[in-house]
């Protein structure tokens, strides 16, 4: 009898010291173990209750929710997920798992399911399909392909991510799920929107990468419509777009329009507008009259002159990208507080003009600024050359040449001098020339970064000949962007690699700009597959 009696206790002791039993705490753990889980963004002590673990929630001594999304888990799927019969929301998106994923039939209490951008593979749809009280299923972005796309089953459906699936056309059965209200189907080839006409209750569509030539006439009548991206296409017919009044956030981003389209000024509710990496060089005018706009991209054009004084008239205009355009002349006083001039044309003298005007901006950091025009220097073969640069260094600057645009030459006069010309001397060229100046209002840390000089033998044209080959990066060091600069190279993948040796980042080869503004700073190593074989880049992430 004291046997039983002691053992009760120690069994109740057990099970009393975690908010949670101990067959769920060691579920936990072994997703833990599964995924690498001492190489997490957020780690968890596993000494500590799983109520204090990033990402676990519990209700009445059960776990109810894991998101444990961003967050460098590496592996298969964690099959410990399945002893956790009791989660409502399971989120393992942006990590790094791959294998196929299984049949989550036991999960029957699931109502939302992320798991895309992974590399998993497999046919997605026999992983879901058997949980019909799913209210949001996002399994996009992965490698998967998808046998069925019957969804009537899942009648509470309201969010649906089924990008990068290679379909062709919008599922019918989303027409009878009239609590959708929320669908992505980004990153197909989508040729037939006729399925898409009976979802006018649709708040958010995602349209993105489908190769699209102009704005599907089916959602013409979607005044529900807040959000809507048709980023990455080659759109030129926008003339659906104008009766989409309740816009509140667009994306045209990177569909090579040269001017705004004239359709953007019926949407009077719109708060954020993404135009960048288009071609846009004409008038900006046609903005001014949207009135609740927050946030602006138009980053990555071609516009010139002097920054547009409609787009500052703007009354509630926060956030403004007008980095990477071909801007100049004196900064605006009322440039909103959030605002990216950086690779323009402003000098030195206006900078420091704007600065001491605005002295309680303590930190500048709008750099580089380009100048100059790319230039083209032929000579010959042990003839002398120069390679000059508008910048002196008694305004202050220090200089460094790079070769390659990313190779540092360790020259850092002016003008680079070349006394006897070299074969291996016809590259690309660049100056860098960094300004430092510590004020007791403000520091000034930037660099005028000079538009490339080409040095080319008098006899060829180097872009014309297969034997002339450069693969090259910059700027490096970066603080966002990574840019990859290739001649007669065919590269089949980028990958993007810790000191450690730890796979940070898979790029494709078509890739010609890198996104690193989400990675800590610190020095990683850029392995690019060629067909010739791989080279190697150290990058430095400021």
Request: net charge negative; hydrophobic share 35%; proline share 4%.
């Amino acid at each position: 009898m004291k046997k039983t009696i002691l053992f009760l206790l120690i069994t109740i002791f057990t099970n009393a010291q975690w908010s949670i039993s101990t067959s769920e705490r060691n579920a936990l753990i072994s997703i833990y173990n599964q995924t690498d889980g001492a190489n997490w963004s957020q780690s968890w002590d596993l000494e500590k209750d799983p109520y204090y673990w990033y990402g676990v929630k519990t209700s009445n001594g059960m776990v109810t929710e894991l998101k444990l999304n961003g967050n460098l888990l590496k592996g298969n799927f964690p099959t410990s997920v399945f002893s956790l019969t009791n989660l409502k929301k399971l989120d393992l998106s942006s990590n790094k798992l791959y294998g196929e994923i299984p049949n989550l039939s036991s999960l029957s209490n699931l109502t939302y399911l992320n798991l895309s951008n992974n590399d998993f593979t497999g046919d997605v749809w026999s992983s879901y399909s058997n949980l019909p009280n799913l209210e949001e299923i996002y399994v996009g972005h992965n490698n998967c392909n998808i046998s069925n796309t019957d969804f009537s089953g899942f009648s509470g459906l309201k969010s649906l991510d089924i990008s990068k699936l290679n379909l062709t056309e919008i599922p019918a059965s989303l027409g009878s799920l009239q609590k959708l209200s929320s669908l992505n189907v980004s990153n197909n080839a989508i040729v037939s929107f006729s399925n898409l006409s009976p979802l006018n209750q649709l708040q958010e569509l995602n349209l993105a990468n489908n190769n699209l030539n102009k704005v599907p006439s089916e959602i013409i009548n979607f005044i529900s419509l807040k959000s809507l991206d048709l980023s990455n296409n080659i759109i030129t017919d926008f003339s659906s777009l104008s009766n989409l009044i309740n816009l509140e956030w667009l994306s045209l981003e990177n569909n090579s329009l040269q001017n705004i389209p004239n359709q953007v000024s019926n949407l009077q509710k719109l708060i954020h507008l993404n135009l960048g990496r288009n071609k846009i060089n004409g008038s900006t005018s046609i903005l001014g009259t949207l009135n609740h706009l927050q946030q602006l991209w138009l980053n990555h054009n071609k516009l010139s002159g002097n920054i547009p004084q409609d787009l500052l008239a703007l009354p509630n205009l926060m956030c403004l990208s007008l980095q990477s355009n071909e801007l100049e002349g004196t900064i605006p006083n009322n440039i909103p507080q959030i605002c990216n001039i950086s690779n323009n044309r402003f000098s030195k003298t206006q900078i420091e003009n704007y600065l001491n005007t605005n002295s309680n901006n303590t930190d500048f950091v709008y750099s580089p600024q380009r100048y100059d025009n790319p230039k083209v220097i032929k000579t010959s073969i042990n003839a002398s050359t120069s390679l000059d640069q508008a910048l002196s260094t008694s305004d202050g600057y220090s200089f460094t040449w790079l070769k390659t645009l990313d190779k540092n030459t360790y020259i850092n006069s002016e003008n680079l001098s070349i006394s006897s010309v070299k074969e291996t001397d016809f590259d690309i060229y660049t100056c860098e020339a960094i300004f430092i100046k510590n004020d007791t209002l403000y520091n000034i840390y930037f660099s005028d970064y000079r538009e490339p000089i080409t040095l080319e033998k008098y006899e060829t044209l180097s872009t014309e000949n297969p034997e002339n080959r450069i693969i090259a990066i910059y700027p490096n060091p970066t603080k966002d962007f990574l840019y990859i600069k290739n001649q007669n190279y065919k590269i089949e993948s980028l990958n993007l690699y810790d000191i450690g040796g730890r796979l940070i980042k898979t790029f494709s080869g078509k890739d010609e700009k890198l996104d690193l503004s989400n990675l800590p700073s610190s020095t990683y190593i850029l392995n690019i597959k060629k067909t010739e074989g791989y080279q190697n880049f150290k990058i430095i992430k400021k």
